[in-house]
Protein backbone atom coordinates (compact mmCIF):
# COMPACT_ATOMS: atom_id res chain seq x y z
CA UNK A 1 0.00 0.00 0.00
CA UNK A 2 1.59 3.23 -0.74
CA UNK A 3 0.95 6.72 0.96
CA UNK A 4 -2.59 7.56 2.07
CA UNK A 5 -4.08 10.82 0.42
CA UNK A 6 -7.20 10.22 2.69
CA UNK A 7 -7.16 9.20 5.75
CA UNK A 8 -11.12 9.27 7.72
CA UNK A 9 -10.73 8.05 11.46
CA UNK A 10 -13.92 7.44 13.27
CA UNK A 11 -15.67 10.01 11.06
CA UNK A 12 -19.38 11.19 12.63
CA UNK A 13 -21.60 14.16 10.97
CA UNK A 14 -24.97 14.91 12.72
CA UNK A 15 -26.93 17.41 10.86
CA UNK A 16 -30.00 17.08 13.93
CA UNK A 17 -31.46 15.18 16.70
CA UNK A 18 -32.01 12.43 13.59
CA UNK A 19 -29.96 9.76 12.12
CA UNK A 20 -26.82 11.08 11.45
CA UNK A 21 -25.25 11.44 7.98
CA UNK A 22 -22.50 9.14 8.45
CA UNK A 23 -21.75 6.98 11.28
CA UNK A 24 -18.13 5.91 12.34
CA UNK A 25 -16.73 5.81 8.83
CA UNK A 26 -13.20 5.00 8.99
CA UNK A 27 -11.60 4.68 5.49
CA UNK A 28 -8.40 5.01 4.14
CA UNK A 29 -7.15 5.91 -0.09
CA UNK A 30 -4.00 5.41 -1.20
CA UNK A 31 -1.87 7.50 -3.65
CA UNK A 32 -2.95 6.38 -7.16
CA UNK A 33 -6.30 4.99 -5.94
CA UNK A 34 -9.35 5.39 -8.48
CA UNK A 35 -12.37 4.69 -5.86
CA UNK A 36 -16.02 4.76 -6.49
CA UNK A 37 -18.17 5.63 -3.46
CA UNK A 38 -22.05 4.12 -4.13
CA UNK A 39 -25.24 4.03 -2.63
CA UNK A 40 -28.56 5.39 -2.63
CA UNK A 41 -29.68 8.77 -2.11
CA UNK A 42 -29.33 9.34 1.81
CA UNK A 43 -26.50 6.95 2.38
CA UNK A 44 -23.80 9.89 3.43
CA UNK A 45 -21.78 10.13 -0.54
CA UNK A 46 -22.15 14.13 -0.65
CA UNK A 47 -21.65 14.42 3.30
CA UNK A 48 -18.15 12.15 2.89
CA UNK A 49 -17.32 14.70 -0.37
CA UNK A 50 -18.07 17.61 1.70
CA UNK A 51 -15.89 16.63 4.38
CA UNK A 52 -12.99 15.78 2.52
CA UNK A 53 -13.16 18.37 0.59
CA UNK A 54 -13.14 20.42 3.64
CA UNK A 55 -16.65 22.34 2.54
CA UNK A 56 -17.98 20.61 6.15
CA UNK A 57 -16.79 19.56 9.52
CA UNK A 58 -17.01 16.16 10.96
CA UNK A 59 -19.13 15.94 14.83
CA UNK A 60 -16.29 13.93 15.55
CA UNK A 61 -13.65 12.35 14.21
CA UNK A 62 -10.71 13.08 11.83
CA UNK A 63 -10.16 13.82 8.27
CA UNK A 64 -6.83 13.81 7.04
CA UNK A 65 -6.20 14.39 3.22
CA UNK A 66 -2.02 14.61 2.55
CA UNK A 67 -1.08 15.27 4.90
CA UNK A 68 -3.69 17.93 6.04
CA UNK A 69 -6.08 17.62 9.10
CA UNK A 70 -8.82 18.99 7.19
CA UNK A 71 -11.10 19.08 10.12
CA UNK A 72 -9.16 21.38 12.11
CA UNK A 73 -9.17 24.28 9.26
CA UNK A 74 -10.71 27.42 9.75
CA UNK A 75 -12.90 29.03 6.79
CA UNK A 76 -9.70 30.79 5.28
CA UNK A 77 -7.53 27.47 5.79
CA UNK A 78 -10.13 25.68 3.74
CA UNK A 79 -10.08 27.54 0.58
CA UNK A 80 -6.43 27.48 0.91
CA UNK A 81 -6.85 23.70 1.46
CA UNK A 82 -9.22 23.58 -1.34
CA UNK A 83 -6.68 25.77 -4.04
CA UNK A 84 -3.41 23.86 -3.18
CA UNK A 85 -5.06 20.29 -2.45
CA UNK A 86 -8.12 19.39 -4.27
CA UNK A 87 -9.18 19.40 -7.75
CA UNK A 88 -13.31 19.02 -8.04
CA UNK A 89 -15.61 18.30 -10.82
CA UNK A 90 -19.21 18.97 -10.36
CA UNK A 91 -22.50 17.14 -11.80
CA UNK A 92 -23.44 20.64 -13.56
CA UNK A 93 -19.80 21.95 -15.03
CA UNK A 94 -19.71 25.29 -12.74
CA UNK A 95 -18.25 26.89 -15.85
CA UNK A 96 -18.89 31.32 -16.22
CA UNK A 97 -20.17 30.91 -19.92
CA UNK A 98 -19.17 34.76 -20.12
CA UNK A 99 -15.44 33.50 -19.61
CA UNK A 100 -13.78 31.69 -22.76
CA UNK A 101 -12.61 27.94 -21.65
CA UNK A 102 -8.78 29.25 -21.62
CA UNK A 103 -10.11 31.48 -18.93
CA UNK A 104 -12.33 29.24 -17.10
CA UNK A 105 -9.29 26.92 -16.62
CA UNK A 106 -7.22 29.64 -14.87
CA UNK A 107 -9.12 30.85 -12.28
CA UNK A 108 -7.76 28.64 -9.99
CA UNK A 109 -4.69 29.46 -10.93
CA UNK A 110 -5.05 33.25 -10.36
CA UNK A 111 -6.70 32.31 -6.85
CA UNK A 112 -3.43 30.39 -5.88
CA UNK A 113 -1.41 33.66 -7.50
CA UNK A 114 0.54 31.35 -9.99
CA UNK A 115 2.69 33.80 -12.51
CA UNK A 116 0.69 34.75 -15.75
CA UNK A 117 2.87 33.14 -17.79
CA UNK A 118 3.22 29.76 -16.00
CA UNK A 119 -0.49 29.62 -15.90
CA UNK A 120 -0.73 29.86 -19.46
CA UNK A 121 1.22 27.88 -20.15
CA UNK A 122 -0.03 25.41 -17.95
CA UNK A 123 -3.28 25.65 -19.04
CA UNK A 124 -2.12 25.46 -22.79
CA UNK A 125 -0.89 21.91 -22.03
CA UNK A 126 -3.75 20.91 -19.66
CA UNK A 127 -6.59 21.47 -22.80
CA UNK A 128 -4.01 19.95 -25.40
CA UNK A 129 -3.74 16.84 -22.93
CA UNK A 130 -7.40 16.56 -22.64
CA UNK A 131 -8.17 16.98 -26.37
CA UNK A 132 -9.65 20.56 -26.12
CA UNK A 133 -7.48 22.94 -27.31
CA UNK A 134 -9.11 23.53 -30.47
CA UNK A 135 -12.18 25.37 -28.24
CA UNK A 136 -9.20 27.41 -26.29
CA UNK A 137 -11.13 30.96 -27.02
CA UNK A 138 -14.49 29.37 -27.76
CA UNK A 139 -17.35 29.77 -24.62
CA UNK A 140 -18.34 26.95 -22.75
CA UNK A 141 -22.07 27.32 -23.95
CA UNK A 142 -20.85 26.82 -27.29
CA UNK A 143 -19.67 23.12 -26.53
CA UNK A 144 -21.36 19.65 -25.78
CA UNK A 145 -21.69 18.21 -22.41
CA UNK A 146 -18.51 16.16 -22.57
CA UNK A 147 -16.10 18.56 -23.96
CA UNK A 148 -17.48 21.22 -21.11
CA UNK A 149 -16.81 18.52 -18.70
CA UNK A 150 -13.33 18.13 -19.74
CA UNK A 151 -12.93 21.83 -19.82
CA UNK A 152 -14.06 21.43 -15.87
CA UNK A 153 -11.24 18.56 -15.13
CA UNK A 154 -8.97 20.63 -16.57
CA UNK A 155 -9.72 23.71 -14.43
CA UNK A 156 -9.68 21.13 -11.28
CA UNK A 157 -6.50 20.14 -12.53
CA UNK A 158 -5.10 22.95 -12.66
CA UNK A 159 -3.10 23.73 -9.56
CA UNK A 160 -1.88 19.98 -9.69
CA UNK A 161 -3.59 18.88 -6.81
CA UNK A 162 -2.88 15.28 -5.26
CA UNK A 163 -6.77 14.37 -5.26
CA UNK A 164 -9.90 15.22 -7.60
CA UNK A 165 -12.92 14.86 -6.77
CA UNK A 166 -15.83 13.92 -9.11
CA UNK A 167 -19.30 14.62 -8.00
CA UNK A 168 -21.35 12.18 -10.70
CA UNK A 169 -19.47 13.94 -13.35
CA UNK A 170 -21.98 12.29 -15.77
CA UNK A 171 -25.40 12.45 -14.18
CA UNK A 172 -26.30 15.42 -16.69
CA UNK A 173 -24.58 13.81 -19.74
CA UNK A 174 -26.03 11.78 -22.65
CA UNK A 175 -24.67 8.56 -23.16
CA UNK A 176 -21.96 9.40 -25.90
CA UNK A 177 -21.15 12.49 -23.50
CA UNK A 178 -20.54 10.64 -20.39
CA UNK A 179 -18.65 7.86 -22.25
CA UNK A 180 -16.41 10.14 -23.00
CA UNK A 181 -15.91 11.31 -19.47
CA UNK A 182 -15.45 8.06 -18.35
CA UNK A 183 -12.55 7.01 -20.90
CA UNK A 184 -11.19 10.27 -19.52
CA UNK A 185 -11.05 9.50 -15.94
CA UNK A 186 -9.24 6.04 -16.61
CA UNK A 187 -6.99 8.58 -18.62
CA UNK A 188 -6.19 10.36 -15.71
CA UNK A 189 -5.90 7.29 -13.23
CA UNK A 190 -3.72 5.51 -15.30
CA UNK A 191 -1.40 9.06 -15.34
CA UNK A 192 -1.37 8.16 -11.68
CA UNK A 193 -4.33 10.38 -10.78
CA UNK A 194 -5.68 9.97 -7.25
CA UNK A 195 -9.41 9.96 -8.01
CA UNK A 196 -12.62 9.88 -5.69
CA UNK A 197 -15.82 9.70 -7.55
CA UNK A 198 -19.19 10.04 -5.71
CA UNK A 199 -22.15 8.67 -8.12
CA UNK A 200 -25.60 6.95 -8.36
CA UNK A 201 -24.23 5.18 -11.50
CA UNK A 202 -22.98 1.87 -10.78
CA UNK A 203 -21.79 1.68 -14.39
CA UNK A 204 -19.03 4.38 -14.20
CA UNK A 205 -18.25 2.62 -11.24
CA UNK A 206 -17.79 -0.58 -12.35
CA UNK A 207 -15.81 1.47 -15.75
CA UNK A 208 -13.56 3.88 -13.88
CA UNK A 209 -12.83 2.58 -10.24
CA UNK A 210 -10.34 0.16 -9.09
CA UNK A 211 -11.88 0.08 -5.20
CA UNK A 212 -15.99 0.40 -4.91
CA UNK A 213 -17.04 1.62 -1.43
CA UNK A 214 -20.47 1.16 -0.53
CA UNK A 215 -22.42 2.78 1.76
CA UNK A 216 -25.71 2.67 3.17
CA UNK A 217 -27.23 4.64 6.09
CA UNK A 218 -24.29 6.69 6.89
CA UNK A 219 -22.16 3.02 7.46
CA UNK A 220 -19.55 1.72 4.80
CA UNK A 221 -21.51 -1.23 4.05
CA UNK A 222 -18.81 -3.00 1.94
CA UNK A 223 -15.15 -1.88 0.22
CA UNK A 224 -14.17 -4.54 -2.41
CA UNK A 225 -10.90 -3.60 -4.33
CA UNK A 226 -10.79 -5.02 -8.31
CA UNK A 227 -7.37 -6.75 -9.43
CA UNK A 228 -6.30 -6.47 -12.91
CA UNK A 229 -7.21 -9.45 -13.53
CA UNK A 230 -10.72 -8.83 -12.31
CA UNK A 231 -10.46 -10.65 -9.31
CA UNK A 232 -12.04 -8.88 -6.37
CA UNK A 233 -10.55 -8.56 -3.24
CA UNK A 234 -12.41 -7.45 0.08
CA UNK A 235 -11.06 -4.47 1.69
CA UNK A 236 -13.38 -4.70 5.29
Known amino acids: MTT ?3 ELSGVSRRYDAGPAALDEVSLTIAAGESVAVVGPSGS ?7 LVAGLDRPTTGTVTVDGTRVDNLNETGSARYRRAKVGMVFQFFNLLDDLTVTDNVL ?27 R ?24 NRPPLLLAD ?3 GALDSASGEDVRAL ?8 QTIVTVTHD ?3 ARACATRTVSLVDGRIASDVRTGSDGAAEVVR
Do not use: Y
Open 107 to 133: LPAELAGMARAEARQRAALLLDRLGIA
Open 185 to 192: LNELHADG
Open 135 to 158: HAQAHPDRLSGGQRQRVAVARALM
Open 4 to 6: PVI
Open 44 to 50: GKSTLLN
Open 168 to 170: EPT
Open 202 to 204: LGL
